[in-house]
């Protein structure tokens, strides 16, 4: 767990929290042996409704967290949260065996969740919200699925604007 802070002029810019979810040693087999890597899992976020995760994969574990912060970074996406920080409306993330419940949490409930859901939430800046693993507790399967449920997310105001209608008559 990382966090950097770009400072110009004795101003805060681009904050990023950069975490390292799970490191996986992995083997392949050769000729003369055994020849190990590493796959780590990262997720970053800049705590203001942005997240990105992504697999680095090198032959040791800094150059594999390394490639993970930076493809994690290129892939951020933009989350939709409410005022209170949580989510708009429950929902179900999916992503392989992984299934994710996500529902939205009145204030003051806290972030309730696992640890390789808990980075995404809080590197989000979701701060009331309840989790819950529905059926793979693989940390990569955890982690795209919430990633999915979150992705999905929309706020009343992008429905009614979608369907040409105004808030009230939804």
């Known amino acids: 767990m990382t966090d950097k802070k770009?400072?110009?002029?004795?101003a805060e810019k681009n904050e990023i929290l950069e975490k390292v979810v799970n490191i996986n040693?992995?083997?392949?087999?050769?000729?003369?042996?055994?020849?190990?890597?590493?796959?780590?899992?990262?997720?970053?976020?800049?705590?203001?409704?942005?997240?990105?995760?992504?697999?680095?994969k090198a032959n040791d574990v800094r150059t594999s967290i390394e490639k993970g912060i930076s493809k994690a970074k290129d892939e951020m996406i933009e989350v939709s949260l409410t005022d209170d920080y949580t989510i708009p409306h429950s929902i179900i993330g999916k992503c392989g065996a992984g299934e994710i419940l996500?529902?939205?949490a009145g204030p003051g409930t806290?972030?309730?969740?696992?640890?390789?859901a808990?980075?995404?939430?809080?590197a989000v800046g979701i701060k009331n919200?309840?989790?819950?693993?529905?059926?793979?507790?693989?940390?990569?399967?955890?982690?795209?699925?919430?990633?999915?449920?979150l992705k999905r997310m929309k706020r009343i105001e992008e429905i009614a604007e979608s369907r040409e209608k105004k808030v009230e008559e939804l």
């Open 6 to 10: 770009n400072k110009k002029n004795g």
């Open 25 to 56: 040693r992995v083997a392949k087999v050769v000729k003369g042996g055994k020849r190990f890597g590493f796959s780590t899992l990262v997720v970053t976020g800049n705590k203001e409704g942005k997240v990105g995760v992504a697999i680095g």
């Open 102 to 104: 996500l529902k939205p």
């Open 110 to 116: 806290g972030v309730i969740a696992g640890g390789p």
């Open 118 to 122: 808990r980075a995404v939430i809080e």
């Open 129 to 149: 919200i309840l989790t819950k693993c529905l059926r793979s507790r693989n940390p990569i399967n955890v982690v795209y699925a919430t990633i999915n449920g």
